[in-house]
């Protein structure tokens, strides 16, 4: 995996879970060495198959995506569309998907630990109302037909 856990903000994930060690964390999808990044209250899962994420999405108030790169995430918009409230780093398409239904921030841990806290008590309504409406089901097919039509075209 090389640096993905860096460039996906393992660290900054990893910092904000030591300032706040009531809480309970689960980061999943990581594999290899992730000793750096350990700490007593963040449980680590293996990459698993999509269709089991759901249970993850659903038993979740707050959803973090610390990237330090990202196109729009998918993982951040399912979430979203579970009622997940996010919070996430000012960076490409987890602007697009946060918007204002939730918490973007900069990779400062203090400033990150109180979004975190204030989604706590966030409605995630308005998340998977803005996921909705952004991202119907219809217009992602249709999308995705023109652009196959497209390159068989070509």
């Known amino acids: 995996m090389g640096n993905k856990p860096l460039l996906k903000g393992m660290d900054t994930f990893s910092k904000l879970a030591k300032e706040m060690p009531e809480r309970k964390f689960i980061a999943v999808g990581f594999k290899g060495n992730l000793n750096k990044y350990t700490t007593d209250n963040i449980e680590f899962v293996p990459y698993i198959p999509q269709n089991q994420l759901l249970k993850y999405y659903q038993r979740a108030k707050v959803f973090c995506l610390f990237s330090r790169h990202e196109g729009l995430p998918n993982v951040l918009c399912e979430a979203m569309l579970c009622e997940c409230v996010p919070v996430g780093t000012k960076v490409n398409g987890i602007i697009t998907a946060i918007d204002d239904t939730g918490f973007l921030v900069d990779r400062d841990v203090k400033e ?40 068989l075209r070509r």
């Open 112 to 151: 990150i630990k109180k979004a975190v806290e204030k989604a706590m008590v966030s409605d995630g309504r308005k998340c998977r109302e803005r996921i909705k409406r952004l991202f119907p089901l219809e217009k992602r097919k249709k999308e995705l037909i023109y652009h196959i039509k497209e390159l």
